[in-house]
């Protein structure tokens, strides 16, 4: 069964440095997404990407976050300068079509900075 | 902007017993809802989904849900509940013709099951 990956699994960073996370969308997937988990928290929506550019934003993804699809297979999450608020999980997801879209998740990169 | 409740943090159950998971939402227009799973270390998994028509779905592993769209409700049920249910439960809404696939979720609810 197609599945999203993404690696690392578990990432530790310094406060100001800046990460890559990274994804492989399920190959005939058109629609990406990041969301994040706070420890305790909800599931949050970062950002959908599609045909090449942002879709959609939410007020979490400010100017320290950037996300590219470098080359045909991979989806990657930047964050520029990290910031102790910014350790939680980080979930990949992949879509098909969007209007009814049943979402494809990643096992999540766990994110940590101290 | 829609938002999600689901009204139990933490279910503890026996095997063989009834499980109901409520989620409410709060949103004006259309929505597709869905119910998500994670068992531990694994990825979000889709336990099912409804876009429209039978407002009853049927998942996998027998869990069902029923949309009640007059009491904005999705809520979650299976009959007999096994140990291996034990896991995170997700229930996510998509707002229909305004946003490009965003799911907003609900906090989550941890069921145990007890053998």
């Known amino acids: 069964e197609p599945e999203v990956t993404q690696t690392p699994s578990h990432q530790v960073t310094q406060m100001g440095q800046e990460v890559i996370l990274r994804c492989v969308p399920i190959?005939?997937?058109?629609?990406f997404y990041w969301y994040r988990q706070i420890l305790g928290q909800k599931v949050e929506f970062l950002v959908s990407f599609y045909n090449n550019e942002i879709s959609e934003k939410s007020e979490i993804f400010d100017d320290q976050f950037s996300v590219e699809r470098p080359d045909g297979s991979n989806f990657t999450l930047k964050i520029r300068s990290t910031k102790l608020e910014d350790s939680a999980m980080y979930f990949c997801?992949?879509?098909?079509?969007?209007?009814?879209?049943?979402?494809?998740f990643g096992q999540g990169t766990r994110l940590t900075v101290v | 902007a829609q938002s999600v409740s689901q009204h139990n943090h933490h279910v503890i159950l026996s095997e063989a017993a009834s499980l109901e998971l409520g989620c409410n939402y709060s949103y004006g227009g259309t929505v597709n809802l869905f119910w998500y799973v994670q068992y531990p270390g694994q990825h979000l998994q889709l336990l099912l989904k409804y876009f429209s028509g039978d407002p009853l779905v049927k998942g996998i592993k027998g869990f069902e849900a029923e949309f009640i769209k007059s009491k904005f409700s999705f809520n979650l049920r299976k009959p007999s509940v096994q140990w291996s249910d034990t896991a995170e439960y997700f229930c996510?809404?998509?707002?229909?013709?305004?946003?490009?696939?965003?799911?907003?979720f609900g906090q989550g609810t941890i069921l145990t099951v007890h053998p």
């Open positions: 997801a992949s879509s098909e079509i969007f209007w009814g879209p049943e979402a494809f």
């Open positions: 996510a809404v998509n707002a229909k013709g305004t946003s490009y696939g965003k799911l907003t």
């Open positions: 190959s005939n997937h058109l629609y």
